[in-house]
């Protein structure tokens, strides 16, 4: 099914087509959905024959009705492009022809790496699919099935497969600013959009996967470690080429910067870009191939695995537990194993009243260094994270280490819905280390987006001549807010809050909704900025 994946991210597809597509492969019903040519008549026939049945999934490919008319393509005429939304494919069906092929000299960028570079273009992409089909898809049937959708979505560089197959509680929140991000136009003739560079990416790479097999184990109720065990994958593609497409995302946010901040000239920036794609795409190698042995040698921790959760309407990748179990395995794989252990079930949350009691509860608990107390006031993707991680986070050591004491913690909030904003008042923390001899005393005042700080140094140390302990001191003031640097400031950080969120009937601090709305924040602020050409502007 590759070629049908190819057609229907290519904006040039026809409608005609889409529709013949959609009519023999059902499952398909979110990508012709997002599709610049899917016209009125063909999103009136996948609503009505390709939706979600009410019953729960069975398989990725059998989530959509199989009974329907075998002619979905009653053309309907196209309306005018204001009546269409932005989609993450740019222009408005009736509006799209064929991407021209924009010449290398016009679209250099900085290479920041050709992995990180990818990641960044799928997931754009995948916010804006995501925003798409939100109400199409449901979680893979099982844990293996979950593994198989993510893999299938990084072969084709199809955002759509990738997205459906997340977590929601970690990866929801961010999904409307990544959908504003892929709906950006560039300001710069002959600028990418995301659709383009995900089409120049899959033209660039090819990723297969043979013989694929899987064993699981059950980490917690509703928590499933896959690990890959047996099967081959095989990478190839041109370096030269991939190297140019990643650039393309880089290319007016980094040459504004380099010219606003360091004086480069055009010139001295091209002729960077030209050293460093040459250098990437040389040291690059795109023809490789692993089995399982293979990828378990060079992760270092045991076969290669994935933790899926259960999240009520089917399974999906879990992106934080993924990672914290890698380091988990990697501890255990270097003889750490017997001083980390693993969780084995979800702590009970423990609600709160309001938002403000829910962020003093959080920071008492943080103060007290417990692992299971600080879980206890965080929802459930975060709390997921500690119950079963908490000793690879460690933070028992670091009070341990600092002696945290919080002196003072004050919070108001503004609630809208299950949301809340939470400003912080006054948070008076007091960090002390004592070693060798001497006291580090650190203090920090913080209010709203600024901090006060201080560290006093405490050196002791004993003198036989006057039979006595002398004492001397050197101590430091400062303060920082986060708008200081004028491109924190002009992409909103002044605006930037904690966020609570209403769950089992009462208030947590979520640090993930945190991280997305401040994300929001700064890409509805980076934007307008874009879509002028005055990105230089963010750096002066």
């Known amino acids: 099914m590759t070629d049908v994946y190819r057609e229907i991210q290519d904006p040039a597809t026809t409608p005609e087509r889409l529709a013949e597509i959609v009519a023999t492969h059902r499952e398909l019903a979110p990508w012709v959905l997002q599709h610049p040519n899917c016209y009125d008549a063909l999103r009136e026939w996948i609503a009505a024959y390709a939706t979600p049945p009410a019953g729960p999934a069975t398989a990725a490919g059998d989530v959509f009705s199989t009974t329907a008319p075998s002619e979905p393509f009653a053309r309907a005429v196209e309306p005018a492009l204001s009546s269409h939304p932005a989609t993450p494919f740019g222009s408005a069906p009736g509006t799209q022809s064929a991407p021209a092929r924009v010449p290398w000299f016009r679209r250099r960028g900085i290479l920041i790496g050709g992995s990180i570079g990818v990641v960044a273009i799928m997931l754009i992409g995948i916010g804006g699919a995501w ?8 979680g893979a049937s099982s844990p293996e099935e979950a593994v198989a959708r993510l893999l299938s979505g990084v072969e084709n560089v199809d955002p759509v497969t990738v997205a459906t197959s997340l977590a929601p509680s970690e990866f929801g929140a961010f999904v409307e600013p990544l959908q504003r991000l892929a709906s950006a136009a560039p300001a710069e003739e002959g600028g990418a959009n995301v659709a383009q560079l995900l089409a ?241 005393h650190d203090r920090y005042d913080v209010s709203e987006i600024c901090a006060d700080w201080s560290d006093e140094y405490v050196d002791s140390s004993y003198s036989s001549w006057w039979d006595e302990y002398t004492y001397w001191t050197d101590q430091r003031t400062g303060s920082a807010c986060l708008d200081d640097p004028a491109w924190t400031d002009r992409l909103g950080a002044r605006d930037v809050d904690l966020i609570a969120v209403r769950e089992g009937g009462g208030w947590l601090v979520s640090p993930i909704a945190t991280i997305a709305d401040a994300a929001s924040i700064a890409v509805d602020n980076f934007i307008p900025y874009y879509e002028s050409g005055a990105l230089d502007e963010l750096f002066r």
């Open 200 to 440: 120049e990416v899959r033209a660039s790479v090819d990723l297969t996967s043979t013989a694929m097999a899987y064993e699981t184990e059950q980490l917690a109720d509703g928590v499933v470690r896959v690990s890959w065990t047996d099967g081959e994958m095989r990478l190839s593609g041109d370096e030269k080429e991939i190297a140019r497409s990643v650039t393309a995302l880089y290319e007016p946010l980094l040459r504004a910067q380099q010219s606003a901040i360091y004086g480069y000239s055009d010139a001295e920036i091209d002729e960077a870009i030209d050293t460093m794609v040459d250098g990437w795409s040389s040291n690059a190698d795109l023809d490789q191939s692993w089995d399982a042995r293979d990828a378990a040698d060079w992760f270092g921790a045991g076969s290669i695995s994935l933790v899926a959760v259960d999240e009520g309407n089917g399974w999906y990748i879990s992106p934080l537990l993924s990672f914290y179990d890698l380091q988990w395995r990697q501890s255990e794989e270097q003889g750490y194993g017997d001083s980390r252990d693993l969780g084995d079930a979800i702590i009970e949350a423990e609600v709160f009243d309001t938002p403000e009691v829910a962020a003093e509860e959080l920071a008492a608990a943080l103060e007290s260094g417990r692992i299971e107390r600080v879980a206890a006031t965080l929802p459930l993707a975060e709390r997921r994270v500690l119950s079963l991680y908490g000793d690879v986070v460690n933070l028992e050591y670091v009070v341990n280490a600092y002696s945290p004491s919080i002196e003072a913690a004050d919070f108001s909030a503004t609630t809208s819905g299950d949301r809340a904003r939470l400003s912080i008042e006054e948070l008076l923390v007091d960090f002390t280390e004592w070693s060798n001899g001497y006291e580090l």
């Open 131 to 138: 925003w798409a089909i939100s109400g199409l898809t449901r």
